[in-house]
């Protein structure tokens, strides 16, 4: 089993760190895929420490593009 490690902040969710995959011998093979492992980390990302206007949407922004999903202005978390 592929394995990547993501550290994600606890309070707002923002990605910290995605770390490189970990590949197994079953890598590039059809069907196989990676399994995230996502740790949650207590400081609060920066945006939150320095910035405070439209850190909510900051935060859902950074969750959308490592969920790789569209990112939608009025999604909420």
Request: net charge negative; aromatic share 8%; proline share 1%.
């Amino acid at each position: 089993m592929c394995l990547r490690i993501v550290e994600v902040y606890s309070v707002c969710l923002c990605v910290h760190h995605i770390h490189a995959v970990d590949s197994c011998r079953l890598a590039g093979q059809r069907g196989h895929v990676v399994e995230d492992r996502v740790f949650v980390i207590a400081q609060p990302a920066s945006v939150h420490t320095s910035v405070h206007i439209h850190a909510d949407f900051i935060c859902t922004y950074h969750l959308a593009v490592w969920m790789n999903m569209e990112y939608d202005k009025d999604m909420s978390i």
